[in-house]
């Protein structure tokens, strides 16, 4: 699915590869949990799609959250709202780490 071209050759892929594997599933009793999860992926398909054609993924918004909570506990409370900022960008940047390398050594 992640090399469709477009939206739509993606939803073909997914009703494509559920039906094939729906097929090979169907009448084993060993396989009754992927089957499940077959069921699971076709309730779902029109979100798996949409996520696909967004752009940012989840680990980014998790690596800025964690910049937040850095800058968040280390100042121990900011007198405005622009020092906060200023710290998450010194935290994130390059040149943030730049600086936290030359203190080490």
């Known amino acids: 699915m992640q090399k469709a071209a477009t939206p739509r050759a993606a939803r073909w ?3 494509n590869n ?3 594997t729906r ?6 009793t060993l396989l009754t949990s992927m089957a499940k999860a077959l069921t699971t992926l076709e309730r779902h398909a029109e979100q ?3 996520r696909w054609i967004s752009g940012p993924i989840n ?3 998790e690596g800025m959250n964690g910049l937040f909570q850095a800058a968040r506990s280390s100042g121990r409370g900011y007198r405005n709202g622009a020092n906060f900022i200023v710290m998450i ?3 994130g940047s390059p040149m943030g ?3 936290n390398q030359t203190e080490s050594t």
């Open 48 to 50: 798996v799609v949409r």
């Open 89 to 91: 960008y010194l935290i």
């Open 97 to 99: 780490r730049m600086l």
């Open 18 to 20: 559920l039906r094939v």
């Open 59 to 61: 680990a980014r918004l």
């Open 23 to 28: 097929d090979a599933v169907t009448g084993q």
């Open 13 to 15: 892929r997914i009703t």
